[in-house]
Structures are given as C-alpha cells and as structure tokens.
C-alpha cells in the first residue's frame, strides 16, 4: 500500500496510525509494498480464545447444509416443542414474541434476533404480534463425523446484533437465495457462507458462549483431540491400532478406551469402522474402482474381512449396494 493510493482514496478503511507508517517508512515511493500487519484492527478477545484447540476443531469441522428458506409469519405463528436431529439457526429481520431452548427460561426475541439450536435439544418459538420475517436455516457442523461443533464449542442459544452488524441478514439471505435458485455450486456455496458465519459468532460474541459443564462426557474432547487427529490421518491404514492411538495422549491401551467410550459414546474399532464405511460407500457411488482397491483403500488388507464389515454395516454386499446406485431406491448409509 503506497502512501500515493491512501491518498487517492481517503475513505479507505485503514486503521489510526497506518498512513504514519507508510510515510515513515523507507520504501514508501516504490509501486508497492506488504502493510504492516500491526496497522491491522484487531478482533475482539474473548475467553473462547482461550480454549485450547478452537483452531484444529475448526479445520476439521465438516458442514453441510440442508435447507435455506426465507419465510413470513403471521400473528400466532410458531412451532414446537420439538426435537431436530441437524443443527438450525433461525435470523429475525422482525419478530414479537418469544423462544425457549433446552432447560433455559424463555427468552424475548425482537428485530435482529438470532437463535442457534444444536440438533438434538428441544426448543419452541412463537410470534405474538404482527408479521414476522425470517431466514430458517438447517445444517450439520460435525468434527469427524461425530461430534456437533455447536455442542462442542458451546454457542450461545441467543445472540441480538448490533444495529451496524450486517453479517447475520447478509449471510442468510444470500443462503436462501443460493437454496431456492440451486444454481451451479450451491451447496458449496452455502458451506462456506455457513463456515463464515460460525466464525463471525467465535469472532464477535465469544463471552456469550455455554461453557462445557465439570464432568460431563464433551468436557474430556479437547484430551481426545490428539488421537482424533491421528486417527483421521491413519483411517486408511489397516495398522490404525488402538494401542497406537493411545500413545498419541500418553495412556495405556485400557484408560484410553474407557475414555473414549465415555466422550463419543461408543468405542474406537466402531468409530473407526463407521468412518471406513462411509468412505466404502461415497467409492462404490462415485467411481468404478474393483472393490478390492476399495477395501485397500478404506484400510482393509483383508478383502473378505471388508465383505463382512460392510455387510454388517450396510445390510447387503458391497456389490450389491453399487448396483443399486443407479436405482431410485438407492440405500443410502444410516449409520
């Protein structure tokens, strides 16, 4: 950035002191040069910075969107009780009325409102008065498959935007229009406008977050976190042992599948089959490889072992299952 452009463009948003820094510095005539990160504003700090892990849950988070819908309520409207296995996020551009999420007391919603609703915990939202407009929003956020990022992280159920905070009505509106045009990308495209938001609530609302309670069974993930890595790292190595995975957090084979079982809720052989399985199947949907370089490949050394795991899982044989791709009955994974 040449003192020239800041010049040139006076309402460019830089922060106090960075053209200072461009004047003062010796090579502010040549064509270009990198600022300074420290001219940068900073985010704002807050006690989720200081979870240990917060940016390796992140990369491994995986979304995936289901439906985007921009909707209008009459007086009276609203639904639940109710239970939702994805995740939601409903957005008020208007509303009067109220919410409850989980055990929490009932809460007020008004313009600007946002409610985050982990899958899984029951909820209920009424409007009083006039008409309501809304952006609902369902998705996964899940690490490895397993484990709900909005649970894990502890988001806030409620969350009101500043006046001059655009991102939440920005974000889902662009959602609703990629969902209701599914133009080339769509999906992709919602992802990432999901991924941005979560971000922008851990960035701008992290005080308000739900601290995971003593003792419960999600308080002991971020121990798990190196053997977790791990094992998406080797998932596809038929030596992926679980003696080898306790080695990652210093523990004995035995401790280590005592914790295990306590915070996922099932041991590591089925997590790791599970995802094994999933591979087995997105292969035999989308290429035409033998299904003995789909076992290697899915990290079974042993082809009629691969048979008897996935039959197990699936119901049927790996054949079969491809065969049945092309059909309209097609058996998806429930896993």
């Not at 010796?26 to 700090?45: G, M």
């Not at 999420?101 to 009424?126: A, D, M, Q």
């Not at 990290?299 to 039959?311: A, E, I, L, N």
């Amino acid at each position: 950035m040449a003192l020239e452009t800041l010049q040139r463009f006076p309402k460019l948003d830089v922060a106090p002191g960075v053209v200072d820094w461009v004047r003062s510095s010796k090579v502010y005539n040549k064509t270009s040069i990198a600022r300074d990160p420290r001219t940068y504003k900073d985010f704002p700090h807050s006690t989720i910075d200081q979870q240990t892990g917060v940016n390796q849950w992140l990369e491994a988070c995986h979304v995936t969107p289901i439906s985007a819908i921009e909707w209008f309520w009459t007086e009276g409207n609203g639904f639940g009780p109710r239970v939702l296995n994805d995740s939601m996020w409903f957005y008020f551009s208007q509303v009067d009325g109220w919410a409850r999420v989980g055990n929490e007391k009932p809460f007020r919603i008004g313009p600007r409102s946002l409610v985050l609703l982990p899958r899984g915990v029951e909820h209920e939202i009424r409007h009083n008065h006039g008409q309501a407009q809304l952006y609902a929003v369902h998705f996964q956020a899940t690490i490895y498959g397993e484990i709900n990022l909005l649970d894990l992280l502890g988001y806030p159920y409620h969350i009101v935007a500043g006046k001059r905070d655009r991102v939440f009505e920005e974000v889902s509106r662009r959602m609703s229009r990629e969902y209701a045009l599914k133009a080339p990308g769509w999906a992709t495209a919602i992802s990432a406008e999901l991924m941005t938001f979560l971000v922008h609530v851990l960035r701008t609302s992290g005080d308000q977050f739900r601290p995971l309670a003593q003792g419960c069974a999600q308080s002991d993930l971020p121990r798990l976190l190196p053997a977790l890595v791990w094992i998406h790292q080797n998932l596809y190595n038929p030596e992926c042992r679980v003696s080898k995975m306790a080695r990652t957090i210093n523990t004995c084979e035995g401790q280590f599948r005592k914790l295990f079982r306590r915070t996922m809720g099932f041991t590591p052989v089925h997590f790791v089959q599970r995802q094994r399985m999933e591979r087995a199947c997105h292969l035999l949907n989308t290429t035409h490889l033998p299904i003995t370089q789909i076992a290697e490949a899915c990290g079974f050394s042993d082809v009629p072992f691969f048979y008897r795991v996935f039959r197990k899982w699936m119901k049927v044989p790996p054949r079969k299952y491809r065969l049945a791709a092309t059909s309209e009955h097609h058996p998806d994974p429930q896993f």
